[in-house]
């Protein structure tokens, strides 16, 4: 691969204990494979200091987002969302300008694949991310499972008002993927689902979505793309999903980084060379 292609693996949970033991060789095979940025969630409490810490170490490469969770909305909820905010009112004041300021809400959303005990936590929690969204001017990371027309519900009336962001992990049909790029300043987030051999989003992708509303990234540790398939899934394979796109939208690798670059810029602000 080209040496001067570079692109943003936008979502990938550095922070996770998978790599307490080799994080540096997992972040500088990232860089060897073309990845200029990694977008790290934190999810819950105890992630608001791990992301952080990972993102001091590789300071303008690993950037910071925070949300709750979807699956992390428990019975402290409130608790959790009042500590998410003061960090993010300390942050916004402390790193204004700097590469460790927060880029995004998130990762926050919706799941009710496993369970709905937490439905009417989760629908409120949501709303007040996207209240924050509006407040603090950032993109939102979004998670949905087994919840798009509850998703869309809540986030109608707050659609002229959002900035824009990212649902992440899509791996719905085309009509799925319409019914989200309605939201104009959305886009999809496309990881190593897409190189599934069984994965029908190869066909639906270029049926349905245009290059410019398609951002990369790998939800590391899991989902990693063939040929590594079951493994720890790590950035570096964020190559493979731009590989696989390049091939169904049959355009160059290049032109693929070019235009998800694009995209990431505009929504976050942040280049893939940072
Ligand atoms: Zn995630």
Redesign the pocket.
Known sequence: MDNKITFVDT?A?LDGEEYQNDLPEVISRAKQSGVGAVFV?A?NRESIVTVMKVCRQHPGFCFPMLGL?PEEVKEDWQEVLSDMKQAFEDNLCKEADSPLKYIAIG?CGLDFYWSRQFEKEQLQAFEKQLEWSIEFQLPLMI?CRKAQNEMLHVMQPYVNELPGGVF??FTGNQKEAERFLQLDRFCLGIGGVSTFKSSHLREDLPAAVPLQRIVLET?SPYMASVPFRGKRNESAFAVEVLKTLAQSYNVSESEVATITNNNVYRLFGVSASA
Do not use: N
């Open positions: 979502h949970h969630p999810i969770q990762e998670h992440h992990c939800d």
